[in-house]
């Protein structure tokens, strides 16, 4: 990667329908109606602009898209954002683009006036990988319900100031 090109870009193309697709599938952690979800907001920010309430920004290497961030505004706060999704395509993985794709999104999210970035993610120890990402990206575990997604499948609440 070191004499790859890396850039930012934040409005999704229609094309971003079948890339964030791909960049979900390839990481084998998510059920096939949460890959679906994940296509749904592209489609519902491509039809309805940032109305839509679904921010994005995408991560390309020499043009090709890498991974993803979603996040928005919590309805009915002031400065508080919701990160909904953030993946790597599996082939770029551990090339550290997860740490510059947050690190994008604290600066957007900062730039339009927000303080805290709120995460989810399951308590499974398939999650335990995602869950050290967090914690490398300085988040702070605020909460855990028991049995939230599933019997023995707990969700944990991360938190990043900003």
Request: aromatic share 14%; glycine share 6%; proline share 2%.
């Amino acid at each position: 990667m070191n004499n790859n090109t890396i850039t930012f870009r934040n409005n999704p193309i229609q094309e971003d329908l079948q890339n964030v697709k791909r960049i979900i599938e390839s990481t084998g952690f998510f059920y096939d109606f949460e890959i679906d979800v994940a296509v749904e907001l592209v489609d519902e920010r491509l039809n309805k602009g940032l109305e839509s309430g679904y921010l994005f920004t995408f991560i390309e290497i020499d043009n090709e898209v890498a991974g993803y961030a979603c996040f928005g505004l919590i309805p009915c706060t002031v400065c508080s954002y919701d990160l909904y999704w953030i993946a790597v395509d599996n082939k770029f993985r551990g090339q550290g683009l997860g740490k510059k794709l947050m690190t994008e999104i604290e600066k957007e999210i900062a730039k339009i006036g927000g303080h805290n970035i709120y995460i989810e993610t399951s308590a499974r120890e398939k999650y335990i990988p995602t869950q050290n990402f967090y914690i490398s990206c300085n988040c702070t575990l605020e909460a855990r319900f028991k049995d939230f997604y599933d019997i023995d499948d707990d969700k944990l609440v991360y938190v990043k100031k900003v």
